[in-house]
């Protein structure tokens, strides 16, 4: 009588097979298991041995999520939705990055399994490294959602689990993360690939909105627009391809890290008759690709989400009110007071010119503005006009047209004054732009239209203005090297950031800068915060985190304190403290060398005032005065 085995047993005869008698199970493992298994053993690892869960350290955890803040907020709201979906069915469920990290993990409502829960918490390796074969670990490398059962789990403990996964891929084709959903696996039969596949898509999704395309093209094989669809490509305001998802990549035979630039080179037709089409009805184009596929394509404008929840997506402004949003912190009252006036002359289009030393927080100050303004659902361009060579600053701001120049881009690009369009545009010292490109940027201000290097034509902009420099603009307009009329265009409202020696409340400033440079690990001793208080600070906020992280590496684990030894050395030196500091350090030394022989002379004469003084050479009245001034002032 033959008899029938369960899927369980048969993966067991297939590990038997390979790991007792060093022999292939084909056909009966998938490739990118057996892989795995293979570099295990390369590893020297041994199925038997105990696995170890080890969550990383609460400030390397934080870097991480950091890090990948992107993924994580991509990941969110998908992950949610497949948690509500899958808990109920005994499933946990974890979002990794691209080692294996665990990133965000969620346990089952139900049949929680021991194992699991100690595996699945956040900041926890679960690399092939650490915890041999796994879905995950096979995602990452591979590239592909797949499954893995029971017995195929490397480490032996790990085979009353069964889990899938799939990998997460960013618009630019690199593997970021994945998503895996595990379970017991008594709970079996049936995996949740095809659900842990359509949340990788979900959030592949996303990440391509996180790029604040100008469109969004969908590519279908249906001739009606699909309700849900995995064929999407972002594009920029001159058809640039911003990104892409994997499925695009895969029907178009495109290897990461090559590919059109623009969607003209990938299909048939002009960005244009997308721009119009996604204006117009909902009757798709047709769009063929090299390799003679065809696809219905439906592009639509990019909205950005809605600020206020629930509501439908929006283009317009968020307009909650000035007093709900968190300022950044300056550590000076006036500047706080001056901050929501700018922000109203601001939004009412006004440029304001910010002034300050170098490090005083200009540019921190120009986005804290742009975040906050009425302007703050476009983008925040920056650009450093001390930086850029002369040569080629003005394409940077104006941009250029195809051969406008030698080394220009084929296709064009707009400058930055167009990318700032609906934005803010932030010209950093603007104190140094070279004079001739003045006249040209002041006409650019007064119109705001821009015409690119080599075109003709004139594009209207509307974008908001925010200049910073560390110059006295008056004394360079007075030496002929700044034009007084661009000078009057860019100073609406002139906002004058102190320096940090002038602050008014610098020290509760310090104490924060500490909090945030030390993630809240360490605090100022009371000698530092006078040491720092009395510094000049001339590279100002810059400076002062500088040293602030100089002292949090000195002190390493061992302190939770910022002591003065920890400080950079020319900063103790320099500040007026120090000197005050090593006086009444001194004093202290002298003091307790004098409590100390009162004290011994006092023992040896068995507590007999007379003959303790005898010993030191000093009055009784001098000897009672000394010791009660001494004792007094511990
Ligand atoms: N209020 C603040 N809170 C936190 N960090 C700050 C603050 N002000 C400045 N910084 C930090 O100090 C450094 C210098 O800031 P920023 O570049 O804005 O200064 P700046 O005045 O524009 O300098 P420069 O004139 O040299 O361009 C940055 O690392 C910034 O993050």
């Given amino acids: 009588m033959s008899t029938q085995l369960t899927p369980f047993q048969r993966l067991s005869e297939a590990r038997k097979t390979f790991f007792q008698e060093g022999n292939l199970p084909t056909g009966l493992i998938d490739e990118a298991i057996l892989s795995s298994w293979k570099r295990c053993i390369d590893h020297h690892k041994s199925v038997t041995e105990r696995v170890v869960y080890e969550s990383l350290p609460r400030s390397s955890f934080k870097e991480l999520i950091n890090v990948n803040r992107k993924l994580t907020e991509a990941a969110n709201e998908p992950l949610e939705q497949l948690h509500r979906t899958v808990s109920g069915a005994g499933y946990a469920l974890l979002l990794t990055d691209h080692i294996g990290h665990a990133l965000n993990t969620y346990q089952a409502s139900s049949h929680s399994d021991k194992l699991i829960k100690q595996a699945f918490r956040p900041g926890v390796n679960l690399s092939e490294q650490y915890i041999g074969t796994s879905a995950m670990s096979c995602a990452l490398t ?59 898509r979900a959030i592949e999704g996303r990440l391509l909105t996180q790029l604040a395309p100008y469109l969004i093209l969908q590519l279908s094989w249906q001739q009606q627009e699909p309700a849900t669809c995995d064929m999407l490509i972002a594009l920029g305001p001159e058809g640039e391809i911003l990104g892409m998802t994997p499925k695009v990549r895969e029907v178009a035979g495109l290897s990461v890290g090559c590919g059109p630039a623009n969607i003209q080179e990938l299909f048939d037709l002009r960005f244009g008759d997308l721009v119009d089409a996604s204006r117009g009805r909902r009757s798709p184009l047709l769009g063929q690709i090299h390799s003679g596929l065809s696809f219905a394509l439906y592009p639509s404008l990019y909205k950005k989400p809605s600020l206020i929840e629930g509501t439908a997506q929006s283009n317009s402004p968020r307009t909650e009110p000035i007093s709900k949003t968190l300022l950044p912190s300056f550590g000076d009252a006036s500047l706080a007071e001056r901050f929501p006036l700018a922000l109203r002359a601001m939004n009412k289009g006004l440029p304001i010119l910010i002034q300050g030393e170098t490090g005083t927080g200009k540019e921190v100050m120009a986005k804290a503005l742009h975040d906050k303004s009425n302007k703050r659902s476009g983008k925040f361009v920056a650009i450093n006009c001390a930086a850029i060579p002369e040569t080629l600053i003005e394409g940077e701001l104006f941009g250029h047209t195809d051969g406008a120049y030698t080394g220009a881009r084929r296709g064009g690009a707009p400058g930055k004054i167009e990318q700032a369009n609906g934005g803010t545009l932030f010209l950093d010292e603007i104190g140094d732009m070279p004079l001739a490109l003045q006249s040209r940027l002041l006409r650019v201000l007064e119109s705001q239209e821009v015409t690119r290097l080599g075109d003709s034509t004139t594009k209207q902009l509307n974008f908001q203005l925010l200049c910073a420099t560390h110059r006295d603009l008056n004394a360079a307009v007075a030496r002929g090297e700044f034009r007084d009329d661009l000078l009057y265009r860019v100073k609406g409202m002139p906002l004058w950031i102190p320096p940090l020696r002038e602050r008014s409340e610098l020290c509760e400033f310090l104490s924060e800068q500490c909090d945030q440079v030390t993630e809240g690990r360490r605090q100022l001793t009371q000698d530092v915060l006078k040491i720092l208080k009395d510094y000049d600070w001339p590279g100002n906020v810059r400076e002062l985190r500088h040293a602030l992280t100089h002292a949090d590496v000195l002190a390493e684990d061992s302190h939770d304190l910022i002591l003065p030894c920890y400080l950079p050395a020319d900063i103790v030196k320099k500040s007026s403290h120090r000197t005050t500091l ?53």
Avoid: M, W
């Fill in 142 to 200: 591979e590239g592909r959602p797949i499954t893995v059962s029971g017995p195929e789990h490397y480490f032996s403990v790990n085979q009353r689990l069964n889990c899938a996964a799939a990998p997460i891929i960013a618009p630019n084709g690199q593997i970021i993360g994945s998503i895996d959903i595990t379970r017991e696996y008594s709970l079996a039969p049936g995996s949740a690939l095809a659900l842990v596949t359509h949340c990788a």
């Fill in 582 to 634: 090593l006086n009444e350090q001194q004093l202290g030394t002298l003091k307790s060398l004098e409590l100390e022989a009162i004290e011994e002379a006092l023992e040896q004469a068995s507590g007999d005032v007379n003959k303790a003084a005898k010993r030191l050479g000093i009055g009784r009245a001098t000897f009672y005065r000394k010791l009660k001034e001494i004792r007094s002032s511990q």
